[in-house]
């Protein structure tokens, strides 16, 4: 083997450019593998960084039809033939669950708690949380950089409020300063001592680890007061299980399905053949979450996966080129006593040396290329964090693909020099004599046939990333700033919240440059969507399904803030108070869907819930984006902020000015008013619509400029085929032309040969290529998978550049001399 290795290298030094040609095709492929995988790996594959993770089990309820809404506060559960799972249980289901589960399994429960509002060393902030068991650290298996952990004495009634802070609160909030823990964080208006401080890498149980603090469910009353620990039907708590050694699961889940009866039996809660199930915990909770951020990185790995494909085929093709000129030295190694699996070693030495290299190099592009997806990946939620480290499992990933991709493109060249015969090898060096290599005009074909996939592919992302940035929302994007509050976490009841709007608008008002403020729930776009059943007191009832619309509330001023005109009626008012009859103003997509095209004015309609409470509709205002600019438009009802409890913390303000420019001053008003108040989800309009296409972004660019990687290297390996090809038959072409044949006579052959393998290639590739978009329909918009125009336009790319790489060579074959080529022979 070192043998083998010294003469491989020292093969590769006497042409140093091809190795680095290969080198690149493959690290291209291997680098962009790796990035996507290293996301994938974060968000579905990698284990917890705790102790024994594979101890660790999800605690999940499954039934028969229940309704769903009524349990499951996450929104985790799904159906699977009838029966609903869902990850959510009764705080008094959790205790019971411990009690059961001693000697079994170790119980422990957290619940998340985001937009928390807190206070540290006077500045004011919304942050995420996490609220633990006391047992949660003892029991997840992490440890405390500094101070300890959270522990059962925190954890009982009348415990003085602790916090446990992540490692980038520590640093963005306290500077790393050492003496945090004993400080104080106001959170929610309440008193909490740091009491210690969590790993820099340490990472939660829920995808994207958004919590920056934690605390015991003993300050329930303090941070979750709506969350009664007693209550059997507030469904909020997630449960996990760390499972006694030599446990077996089926025995917890029998277990914990008693006492789980039992809550709901006081609960007095439906649901058919109650059980609990354990599920692998050792990846952490939400694996619906997982599961539906992974599917694209799946996706974007098969596509990376034909690219590699194609850099094999290109490879193995300059392989069996160079193969071919060394036919010679495997003749003289085959005749002086070589045998053919020596033969076949040393070139797939050389192709493991190779294929190492590039692994080498696609590491170092990965580590560029994973930071870029992150960043592409634009509308992840504020806070999200996904662990991108090199690991093990990612090395071996890169290592195994390296090693798959120089057994694919050195197997071929390898059989084919140990087919090497002394005879006729050393009979004869002559051009003439060189092999067609029919082998490389089918590697060419496949890659032309490959290409074909990741062209059309990036036809059809393009087209829909341009339809997508075409839609019409209807009004006016720019100079648009928005921004959250939440008052209630800073101490206001729902009697003042009123005057704290009124305040805040006219402060915000009063700033240079700002033309109108108006608050909503939603901002379009902004993928926040909330939905509600209806029910028509003037139309006979509805057979099948209960009527839903989106729901929408705002204030006075909205659709003249956004500049979203209204097609009937009038707007919200100042007068439109609770004391006042409830109103609303529907969209154009609610009238037609709900009255056939009759006049909506004065009609009524009620909630869902509301039985006595019915809204009168005054305006219709026009169709635009609701919570997604893929989203189809609903129908959407808007209601006023003072008729509905104030459920519209966002504040949209149009300003003269970069909208930007305006926060600072923003914040200034609102600390004017009250200095506990933090603005948080800071955006722009423009933003907001950039992050809900930044999915779509991403994939057209990757796949436009995979597309070009997989042209390039289809164009050089034509170009490469038809080089050697003119080189073989540069006697033959000397001979010809000496007989009186003309230029176009040597040209068009060569060029004929490129075009016909490019058509073969795309009689492979298009109707593999169909299937695929048809697979992928679902991240297409506004553009069909059979797209003709895609296809066509894909067709004539690839001929126009097999006619290019073809074209110099053919050009080269044109200009040869007779005389030269035959003083040659």
Known sequence: ??????????????????????????????????????????????????????????????GLNPRLSNYTGDGTAKIRGGISVGSSFPYPAFRAFQERGAGLAAVFAFFPMPRITSVVRGEAATISGLMVSGNFFAEYGAGA??????????????????????????????????????????????????????????????????????????????????????????????????????????????????????????????????????????????????????????????????????????????????????????????????????????????????????????????????????????????????????????LAFALGVSLLTALVFGLLPALHAARADPLAGLKCRSALDAPRLRLGRVLVAVQVGLSVLLVVGAGLMLRTFVNLVRVDPHFDTENLLYFRVDPLQAGYNRAALGQFYTEAHRALAAIPGVRSVAVTSHPPAGAGETSNAIEFPDQPARAGATPLASELTVS??????????????????????????????????????????????????????????????????????????????????????QQREYRAPNFVVRSVLPPLSLVPAARKAIAGINPGVPLSAV???????????????????????????????????????????????????????????????????????????????????GPAALGLARLAQSRLYGVPAHDPLTFAAGAALLLAVAALAAWLPARRAAHVDPLTALRAE
């Not at 291997?30 to 089990?57: D, K, M, Q, Y």
């Not at 409020?161 to 208006?189: H, K, S």
């Not at 820099?200 to 003993?218: I, K, N, S, V, W």
């Not at 080089?723 to 040597?746: C, F, K, N, P, Q």
């Open 683 to 765: 955006r722009t309009q423009t933003q907001i619509l950039d992050r809900s296409v930044a999915l779509d972004r991403l994939f057209a660019g990757l796949t436009s400029g995979l597309a070009g990687l997989a042209l390039l290297l289809a164009c050089v390996g034509l170009y490469g085929l038809m080089a050697y090809h003119v080189a073989r038959r540069r006697s033959e072409i000397g001979v010809r032309m000496a007989l009186g044949a003309t230029r176009r006579d040597i040209a068009w052959p060569i060029l004929r040969e490129a075009l016909v393998l490019a058509a073969i290639g795309l009689a492979l590739g």
């Open 556 to 641: 006075a001023g909205y659709y003249a803030t956004l500049g979203l005109p209204l097609v009937l009626g009038r707007e919200f008012t100042t007068s439109d108070t609770a004391s006042a009859p409830p109103v609303a103003v529907v969209n154009e997509t609610f009238v037609r869907t709900f009255f056939a095209g009759e006049y909506p004015l004065g009609r009524t309609f009620r909630l869902k819930g509301e039985p006595d409470r019915a809204y009168t509709i005054i305006g219709v205002c026009r169709d635009t984006v609701y919570a997604s600019v893929r989203q189809a438009i609903p129908a959407v009802m808007c209601f006023s902020n």
């Open 1 to 62: 083997m070192i043998s083998d290795l010294r003469l491989a290298l020292r093969q590769l030094r006497k042409s140093p450019g091809f190795p680095v040609v290969v080198v690149l095709s493959l690290a291209l492929g291997i680098g962009a593998g790796t990035a996507v995988f290293s996301l994938l790996n974060a968000v579905a594959l990698r284990a917890l960084p705790v102790r024994a993770p594979h101890e660790l089990r999800l605690v999940n309820w499954s």
């Open 145 to 394: 950089l500094i101070g300890r952990t959270l522990s059962a004495e925190d954890d009982r009634p009348g415990a003085a409020p602790a916090a446990v802070i992540t490692y980038g609160m520590w640093e963005r909030r306290f500077g790393l300063d050492p003496q945090a823990l004993g400080q104080t964080v106001v959170l929610n208006q309440n008193a909490f001592t740091v009491v210690g401080v969590l790993p820099r890498h340490y990472q939660g149980p829920l995808p994207g680890d958004m919590a920056e603090f934690y605390a015991t469910f003993a300050v329930q009353p303090l941070l979750a007061a709506n969350r009664p620990l007693d209550s059997m039907n507030e469904w909020w708590v997630q449960v996990m299980a760390r499972l006694a050694p030599g446990a077996d699961a089926r025995q917890v889940e029998t277990a914990f399905t008693i006492p789980f009866r039992q809550v709901l039996d006081a609960s007095r809660t439906r649901i058919g053949q109650p059980a609990i199930r354990l599920a692998n915990g050792a990846r952490g909770a939400g694996a619906l979450s997982r599961e539906g951020m992974a599917a694209p990185m799946w996706l974007l790995l098969a596509v990376v996966g034909v690219l590699l494909a194609i850099a094999c085929a290109n490879v193995a093709g300059l392989l069996l080129a160079r193969g071919a000129a060394r036919r010679h030295e495997f003749a003289v190694r085959a005749a002086i006593g070589a045998a053919r699996w020596q033969l076949v070693r040393q070139s797939l030495t050389e192709s493991l040396l190779l294929g190492l290299a590039a692994a080498g190099a696609g590491l170092l592009l990965a580590g560029w290329g994973k930071a870029l997806l992150l960043q592409s990946l634009g509308n992840l939620p504020d806070g999200f964090r996904l662990d991108l480290r090199t690991d093990a499992t990612v």
